[in-house]
């Protein structure tokens, strides 16, 4: 998938993310998943540590996301396969 622009769209779309959740009017949470003991583990973690080094030790990172007008989504990154998938809540 590297090949069809996979890796690229996976860094674009973590970026969006991490923009949106900085917003003013920005609402929610970011929680990172990870792997311990062979169990899988939540936190809550800052949004802006994503931009560090250490991304790929999170199994999966969820951003909760929404604004003050009403929008909620959700977007969930798996960053050792450099695949995510988006789900905006029209409620």
């Known amino acids: 998938m590297r090949d069809h622009g996979a890796e690229t769209d996976f860094d674009q779309q973590l970026i969006a993310c991490i923009n949106a959740m900085c917003q003013n009017d920005a609402m929610g949470q970011t929680l990172a998943f990870l792997r311990n003991d062979g169990k899988l583990h939540m936190r809550h973690i800052n949004t ?3 931009l560090g080094p250490g991304l790929d030790r999170y199994e ?3 951003f909760d996301g ?5 929008d909620r989504w959700k977007h969930v990154f798996f960053p050792a396969q450099r695949m995510h ?3 905006y809540e029209d409620l």
């Open 66 to 70: 929404g604004n003050s007008h009403g």
């Open 60 to 62: 999966m990172v969820l």
């Open 85 to 87: 998938y988006f789900v």
């Open 48 to 50: 802006l540590d994503l």
